[in-house]
C-alpha cells in the first residue's frame, strides 16, 4: 500500500476553549489534489496553518512520506518540511524582479537561481517579465509569479488558500488551469482550501467537505456530488428543492406522488430534497395534467411567480398549488412564462435524496 505523501490524524485546535478544528484527519497521496472545501469560519484556514506549521495543534499529528513532521511536542520548523505556500494576497516582495522573486529562497549560485527562475517563468508564459517589478504586472500575472515562486524549491506538498479569489472572474478558469497542469508536472501534491465548489470540483481529485471545524464527507468530486451525506451538503453545491413527507412501509406519499425512502422507519418526517434541474415542466392545457410516469412520478400545478435568464440557462420559480411553497426550476435557453401561467412540475425520482427531517440543521433553508 502507497505512502501518503500528507497524513493528518485528530488535528485539533481551540480558541477561547472553542474547537475550531475538531479531530480532522486527512491524506493525501503524491501528485494528487485534495480540496478542502466548506464555508468560511469552517476551520479550513486553520488546519492548513498547522500543515505548513505557522500554528501549532492542541491534539493530533502530522506527516509527511510516513515521517512525523509535528505532534504537540515535537516540531520540525516551517522552512524544513518540503512544503509550498500559496495564499490569497501573493505576497510578492515589491523591491525585488520578478525573477528575484521567484528565486527567493533557493540556495545555490546565481546562475543556478536565476535558471529555476527562467525554467519556471517560461512554464506560466512570463519569462519576458524576469527583470520586470511586480507592480508592473496584472493580478493574474502576479498570481503565475507567486505559483512559480512557491513551486520554486521543488516542494513535495503545495498549500494553497483561496489562491484564485482576487482574480477577475473572465481570468479565473483559464488560470485555475493552467495552474494545475503546472502542480501536475511538478509532481507535487496539493492541499487547496477553498469555499466555492466550482473551483473544487474544477481542480480536486478529492474532495473533503468541511463543517464547522470537522469534515464530514469526502470522496471525488462525482461521487460528493451525487450521493451527499445530507441536505446540507447537497445545499452547499447547488440551489436546492425541499418538500417533506412522512414514511409509509418505505414510501412516502407526496403531491408529486410517492418517492421511495428505504431505510427509514414507519412514522418517520422526510426531507425530499432535489436541485432545479432535475424538475420537469409542461403545459397546462385547460387543467389536465399530463399523465404520471414511473421516471418522474405525479404532477403537481403551480403557478409562475417569477422567471430569470441566467445566461446559459433560465430560472422560475413556481408557488405551488398545494402549499404555496415555491419551487424553483432550470431550464437551458431562453424560457420566460409570464407569471401567473400555470404549469405543471414533475420531480425525476432518480435524482432526489430522502434525509430524516433535522430541525434546525445547517443548510436548512431551501436554496444555497
Known amino acids: 500500500m502507497q505512502t501518503p505523501r500528507l497524513e493528518i490524524r485528530n488535528l485539533v485546535r481551540r480558541f477561547e476553549g472553542k474547537r475550531v478544528v475538531d479531530d480532522v484527519s486527512l491524506t493525501i497521496q503524491p501528485g494528487h489534489v485534495t480540496c478542502l472545501l466548506g464555508p468560511s469560519g469552517c476551520g479550513k484556514s486553520t488546519t492548513l496553518r498547522m500543515i505548513a506549521g505557522v500554528d501549532m495543534q492542541d491534539e493530533g499529528t502530522i506527516h509527511v512520506d510516513g515521517d512525523l513532521v509535528c505532534d504537540t511536542v515535537f516540531r520540525i520548523p516551517p522552512e524544513r518540511r518540503a512544503i509550498g505556500l ?13 525573477g528575484e522573486n521567484v528565486a527567493f529562497g533557493l540556495k545555490g549560485t546565481r546562475a543556478r537561481k536565476r535558471a529555476r527562475a527562467e ?3 517560461g512554464r506560466v508564459g512570463l519569462t519576458h517579465f524576469i527583470d520586470e517589478f511586480p507592480h508592473q504586472l496584472s493580478g493574474g500575472e ?23 479569489s482576487g482574480l477577475d472572474n473572465r481570468l479565473r478558469d483559464d488560470i485555475r488551469d493552467d495552474t494545475l497542469s503546472l502542480l ?6 496539493v492541499l487547496l482550501v477553498t469555499h ?27 461521487n460528493i456530488y451525487n450521493a451527499p451525506k445530507d441536505k446540507a451538503a447537497v445545499a452547499f453545491f447547488s440551489d436546492i428543492n425541499v418538500i417533506t413527507g412522512t414514511v409509509r412501509g418505505a414510501l412516502t406519499d407526496t403531491p408529486f406522488g410517492q418517492f421511495l425512502a428505504p431505510g427509514h422507519p414507519d412514522g418517520q418526517e422526510v426531507e425530499i430534497v432535489f436541485r432545479p434541474q432535475h424538475v420537469g415542466i409542461d403545459f397546462d392545457r385547460d387543467g389536465a395534467a399530463p399523465l404520471p410516469t414511473a421516471r418522474a412520478g405525479a404532477p ?7 422567471a430569470r435568464f441566467m445566461g446559459s440557462e433560465s430560472l422560475v420559480e413556481f408557488r405551488m398549488d398545494h402549499n404555496g411553497e415555491v419551487l424553483r426550476a432550470t431550464v437551458p435557453n431562453v424560457f420566460l412564462p409570464k407569471p401567473g401561467t400555470p404549469m ?9 435524496f430522502v434525509f430524516p427531517l433535522i430541525r434546525d440543521q445547517p443548510g436548512a433553508e431551501s436554496g444555497r
Not at 505559483?147 to 521543488?154: G, S
Not at 403537481?300 to 417569477?306: F, I, M, N, T
Not at 405543471?344 to 432526489?352: G, Q
Open 344 to 352: 405543471w412540475l414533475t420531480v425525476r425520482r432518480d435524482r432526489c
Open 119 to 121: 525554467e519556471l517563468l
Open 142 to 164: 502576479q498570481q503565475r509569479v507567486a505559483l512559480a515562486r512557491a513551486l520554486a524549491p521543488r516542494p513535495k506538498i503545495m498549500l494553497m488558500d483561496e489562491p484564485f
Open 184 to 189: 501536475k508536472e511538478e509532481g507535487a501534491s
Open 300 to 306: 403537481a400545478r403551480g403557478l409562475v411567480e417569477r
Open 86 to 98: 500559496m495564499f490569497q494576497d501573493f505576497a510578492l516582495f515589491p523591491h525585488l524582479s520578478v
Open 196 to 222: 466555492e465548489p466550482e473551483e473544487a470540483m474544477r481542480m480536486a481529485d478529492e474532495i473533503a467537505l468541511m463543517r464547522d471545524g470537522r469534515i464530514v464527507q469526502r470522496g471525488a468530486p462525482y
